[in-house]
């Protein structure tokens, strides 16, 4: 543990971590379990396409929320796009800018307009007053996102899409393992979408869901995963490949299977950052509850004014510790190609989000041990700003 400023890494010092902490290391459940059930499914030559492995994990997984539909994807990209289209969406869609490139991404590829909405600075998610300033005569649907597994004020968000008859689907990405009110968060509007990216709580190497209480929605999502078809030689509609192979179902079970412990470990690591970054000035770990969010996310806010050093000042003086924090979604869609050219309003509580957060690794791979480390280097650091600011030249 680093008790003095002369030996963090920036000013010489050696660094804290031989081997890289990063943010997204991947979750590994019962290694034998997935090499077995991969092994069944060589063994059965079933390698894909309504295999026993998709359905056990599409069963499994809405057993895990209470009941929903489930319908299993390569990935969520591929899910938010099929959805959007099964729901017959048309013209603009609004959504937050402060997200993973990707939900935009999904919308633009439909050949839809995102429009950019600004976040509540307290959720940091797009909620129904943000939602409402972006409805237009264009407007064809509301993608609201559980940013970090945090929560959008899906059910006010309900409330606004029932009012102007709009379609709502929410990117739950991050969302797995998050409640509201006892309820699934993957589970409001109608729609969801969750990721089993490898960076997720739980993964299934690559792959996503499309949630649903809507048995007809689910059905014509998972007929347009499989290029619409129906029977053998049964095609209605158009359809794309998004289906999930039964090496990442496998994957996904065996995540699934272990879905309590990496939640115990978020959450007890959650609480251990609050400990290491309690009193640490400029520093907020942004709040969450433990009990209804999956705490996968670690996301700092610094305040240069009370920290003495900036968000990229601290992201430097991590990574030279080899803490590789992520300026996580910087620098916004709204400012990357092919959105930044669009006329967008101020979004001031999502520019104050892009230039304060910071994301931590947490996850298995990161212990207590770790984050109490983490901890100080940022508490020296803050404590002696000048000296690191001095030396990145800044
Ligand atoms: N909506 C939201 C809000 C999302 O965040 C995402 C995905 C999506 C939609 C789309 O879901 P998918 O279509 O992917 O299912 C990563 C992931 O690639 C992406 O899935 C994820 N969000 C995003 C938040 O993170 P990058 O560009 O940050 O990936 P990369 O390669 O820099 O890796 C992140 C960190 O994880 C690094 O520190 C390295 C580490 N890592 C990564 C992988 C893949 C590992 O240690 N091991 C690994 O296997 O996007």
Redesign the pocket.
Known sequence: MKTAAAELAILGGPPSFAE?L?????NVGDREAVLRAIGEAMDERWLSNNGAKLLEFERRLSEQLGGLHCVA????????QIVLRALGVEGEVVLPAL?????AH?VAWERLTPVFADVDPGTLCMGPTEAAARIGPETGALLG????GRSADPQGLERLADERGLPLVF????ALGCTREGRPLAGFGDAG????????VA?S????AVVTADAELAERVATMRNFGFVDEDEIVGLGTNAKMSEAAAAMGLASLDSLDEFLAVSRRNYRAYAEAFDGVAGIRLLPLEPEQANCH?VTIAVDPELAGLDRDALRRVLVAENV?A?R??YPGCHRVPPYRDRPVPALPATDAALESCLSL?TGT?VGSEEIAQIGEIVRLAVSFPAEVRRHLGV
Do not use: I, M, Q
Not at 73 to 80: D, E, M
Not at 205 to 208: I, R
């Open positions: 890289p990063h943010v997204g290391r991947p994807t390569c990935n969520a990209t591929l899910g938010l997200t993973f490139v990707a939900t999904a996102v559980h940013l970090w990117d739950a990405a991050h979408v969750l990721s089993f990216h490898a960076t997720k993964n190497f690559e792959g996503g996310h590789l992520r996580y979604f690794p791979a």
